[in-house]
């Protein structure tokens, strides 16, 4: 199918479905569901496609599922849609305000399983016509803000026989209409670390009697930061932030124990295989000067998803084909943290950020986060040509159309 034709297939599609998108977004922006509870989610999506004639396969906790479309020959291409929410209170004034208190769609899990189901809908409606060059997998992932949703369907079989795989995220720094591409790292990893320090405890008038706990914690928090800024190679950017300190109960009495939390984040993998060790290392150094006992409490969280070159052309190629030649632009590797770089270490594929920013930009992971909503039409267009793109360069030795010489 040339480009001229998809766009026109798309805009036909869209011009029936997109309302009917937009309200199914609205819908599961008003009932939330956190990480592997995403039952009603699951189901709402199920509904849909099996509606449309395809066959979804639920996970086995229940929440999330798996299903193709077209038949086994030819390649396979994946697309993943993440369907949990976050828990945080929704500050928004609309008319599809979340209705659950203290769980909202803050970071556009909504809009991506919109798009997906809508993707998948045209997807279905051209393996019927015969022109789906192979198959593509659906998969609408529980669990992205645990993580660990992409494992469990790792752990299933979800990647199973496909060769790439796709996905995207809603990004308000870009404007409606435009794609935010990078090849190489575009996330970082994103570790939780906690350290929990003891020691005798005392009054405030004498400090040298004890183990002056919350000066030493107070040290373990500045010095350890600092010191990795001089044992790390800055390039990788890994950094030590602290988001939670708990220590004592009154002004003048030293407590004895302490806590500490906070993210370790990196944009290298090596020196992220390497952080747990050299943290640990440092902390006994600075917990020893000052004669405190701590303990490092260090949870895996995901590795930096590193979009595969090739992959990333094709959804340029598909950008221009049906969002324009402007459409696509370059974006910064950023730190947060993304479960899909688990299926990245895996097989081939890319990530995209799609632009949702509207009059007012939002920032995600924010009780006020929406989106321009049109963001769910530009989606459907840029996921369904990017896996026909893919389909068609994994079916033919070349995007070229021998006679004109123009992109097929």
């Known amino acids: 199918m040339r480009g001229r034709e998809l766009r026109g297939e798309l805009d036909?599609?869209?011009?029936?479905?997109?309302?009917?998108?937009?309200?199914?977004?609205?819908d599961l922006h008003m009932h939330p569901?956190?990480?592997?509870?995403?039952y009603r989610t699951t189901q709402k999506i199920a509904e849909r496609l099996t509606a449309a004639g395809l066959v979804p396969s639920v996970l086995p906790r229940g929440t999330g599922?798996?299903?193709?479309?077209?038949s086994g020959d030819g390649p396979t291409v994946a697309l993943r849609a993440d369907i949990d929410a976050l828990?945080?209170?929704?500050?928004?004034?609309?008319?599809?305000?979340s209705t659950v208190p203290g769980?909202?769609?803050?970071?556009?899990?909504?809009?991506?399983?919109?798009?997906?189901?809508?993707?998948?809908?045209?997807?279905?409606?051209?393996?019927?016509?015969g022109l789906l060059p192979g198959r593509v997998r659906l998969i609408f992932q529980p669990a992205e803000e645990l993580p660990g949703g992409a494992l469990e369907v790792m752990a299933h079989g979800g990647i199973s026989g496909v060769d790439r795989i796709f996905g995207l995220h809603c990004d308000p720094r870009v404007d409606v209409g435009q794609v935010g591409l990078k090849a190489g790292p575009i996330t970082s990893a994103c570790d939780k670390l906690v350290i929990r320090v003891s020691g005798p405890g005392g009054h405030t008038a004498r400090p040298h009697l004890t183990a002056d706990l919350v000066f030493a914690l107070a040290k373990i928090l500045t010095e350890l930061p600092a010191a990795l800024s001089r044992r790390v190679d800055p390039r990788s950017s890994l950094s030590l932030v602290w988001g939670k300190v708990e220590a004592g109960s009154a002004a003048n009495a030293i407590p004895d124990d302490g806590v500490a939390e906070g993210t370790v984040r990196c944009l290298d993998e090596n020196a992220w295989h390497a952080a747990p060790d050299l943290i640990k290392?440092?902390?006994?150094?600075?917990?020893?000067?000052?004669?405190?006992?701590?303990?490092m409490e260090y949870t895996r969280g995901v590795p930096p998803v590193v979009n595969d070159e090739v992959s990333v052309e094709m959804l340029a190629e598909a950008a221009e084909r049906v969002l324009?030649?402007?459409?696509?632009?370059?974006?910064?590797?950023?730190?947060?943290?993304?479960?899909?770089?688990?299926?990245?270490?895996?097989?081939?594929?890319?990530?995209?950020?799609?632009?949702?920013?509207?009059?007012v930009t939002y920032d995600i992971h924010q009780g006020t986060f929406d989106v321009d909503e049109r963001a769910i039409g530009m989606g459907v267009r840029l996921m369904a040509a990017t896996a026909l793109t893919a389909l068609w360069e994994g079916s033919r030795p070349s995007l070229?159309?021998?006679i004109s010489g123009a992109l097929a």
């Open 65 to 70: 599922l798996i299903c193709d479309v077209g």
């Open 103 to 129: 769980s909202c769609h803050a970071c556009g899990h909504d809009v991506h399983t919109a798009i997906l189901l809508g993707t998948s809908l045209f997807l279905a409606q051209q393996a019927d016509a």
């Open 87 to 97: 828990a945080l209170q929704d500050e928004k004034d609309v008319a599809y305000h």
């Open 281 to 295: 290392s440092l902390l006994e150094s600075v917990a020893g000067a000052y004669g405190v006992e701590a303990r």
């Open 12 to 26: 036909a599609f869209l011009a029936e479905t997109e309302q009917d998108l937009v309200a199914f977004r609205r």
């Open 400 to 402: 070229i159309d021998p």
């Open 33 to 38: 569901e956190l990480a592997f509870a995403e």
């Open 324 to 359: 324009g030649a402007s459409s696509v632009v370059t974006t910064q590797q950023s730190l947060g943290g993304e479960d899909f770089a688990w299926y990245l270490e895996s097989i081939p594929g890319a990530f995209a950020r799609l632009g949702t920013r509207a009059d």
